[in-house]
């Protein structure tokens, strides 16, 4: 059982593919399903379901990985207690476009009482901070979705978390006027959007028009704002209609209509490729697996 079998063993975990462990420890897939083959061989059961391209952890995997779990939970302590029990700091902070969700939040505090020398501060920033919070690693970890970890300049390392729930969202002025709301009614409406990644608005405006097509929805104008808070602001003074999850609503939506769709956004946690704070993969392996139960239930 060599240290490389263990990482892949760890990585496949995280992220229930393939095709993605592979890409995030730079082997072929051929040379990771080499590396599990003989991690189970050598240990005497099989680790993995497969299902499809994804993957899901056998009875005996999830026995296997919860003994690195608590080996990991030991070190941590062992280091504090080495530290002069100082503890530890994670720093994590989320996208406003989502808020602080519940379900996650919940999590979090069960993962501090299990680690009671780790101390966890959260925080939550717009687009363009968050961005730079994570390139400089001034945080540990940033929860925020898929759609925005693509314009991520340096390397990191991405927990598929779990799916939220889009809604229209318009003011309740102007729902009451569309009322019911149809894709007809929808397509002489202006979408309001924020700048999410660092790419052209060109490229921005391509995802907007295929995720509305989703629901037959064809905006008559693409408006790309600077931040969340302009989108709210446009939002509630009736100016356009937008995709948001409801746990977004930190602000005041009083004077917001929000009407459920079919569509989603995947939410994950991103940690630092480089870093070496081991709570905070810790956190990120413990997020990803408890959340991945709570989707299979």
Same mark, same amino acid.
């Given at each position: 059982m060599n240290e490389l079998s263990i990482t892949c063993f760890l990585s496949l975990v995280r992220t229930r593919e393939y095709l993605l462990t592979a890409q995030e420890l730079s082997i072929t897939p051929q040379a990771l399903n080499r590396k599990i083959q003989q991690l189970e061989k050598e240990i005497g059961f099989s680790l993995f379901l497969k299902e499809g391209h994804a993957v899901q952890l056998t009875i005996a995997g999830k026995r296997f990985y919860e003994l690195f779990d608590q080996f990991e939970k030991n070190l941590s302590a062992a280091s504090a207690a080495l530290s002069g029990n100082k503890e530890t700091v994670l720093r994590i902070c989320f996208y406003k476009w989502l808020g602080v969700p519940d379900l996650i939040l919940e999590r979090i505090k069960q993962f501090k009482t299990e680690r009671p020398g780790i101390q966890i501060e959260l925080s939550q920033c717009d687009h363009e901070e968050l961005y730079g919070l994570i390139k400089n690693e001034e945080i540990d970890m940033a929860i925020a979705t898929k759609f925005f970890s693509?314009? !991520? @300049?340096?390397?990191?390392?991405?927990?598929?978390?779990?799916?939220?729930?889009?809604?229209?969202?318009?003011?309740? +002025?102007?729902?009451?006027?569309?009322?019911?709301?149809?894709?007809?009614?929808?397509?002489?409406?202006?979408?309001?959007?924020?700048?999410?990644?660092?790419?052209?608005?060109?490229? !921005? @405006?391509?995802?907007?028009?295929?995720?509305?097509?989703?629901?037959?929805?064809?905006?008559?104008?693409?408006?790309? +704002?600077?931040?969340?808070?302009s989108v709210y602001l446009d939002l509630y003074m009736g100016n356009g209609i937008s995709f948001l999850p409801r746990t977004s609503g930190f602000y005041d939506i009083k004077g917001l209509s929000f009407i459920p769709t079919p569509l989603k956004a995947s939410v994950v946690s991103i940690t630092s490729h480089h870093s070496g704070n081991l709570p905070a993969k810790q956190l990120s392996d413990y997020l990803a697996l408890s959340m991945a139960d709570k989707n299979d239930a």
């Open positions: 693509r314009g !991520i @300049e340096v390397p990191f390392l991405c927990n598929d978390l779990y799916e939220t729930e889009l809604n229209i969202v318009m003011s309740k +002025q102007r729902f009451q006027k569309s009322h019911p709301v149809s894709p007809v009614t929808l397509n002489e409406t202006a979408y309001i959007t924020t700048k999410t990644f660092e790419n052209s608005v060109a490229e !921005i @405006e391509t995802h907007v028009k295929k995720e509305c097509a989703k629901i037959d929805f064809v905006p008559n104008i693409i408006t790309v +704002q600077p931040n969340i808070d």
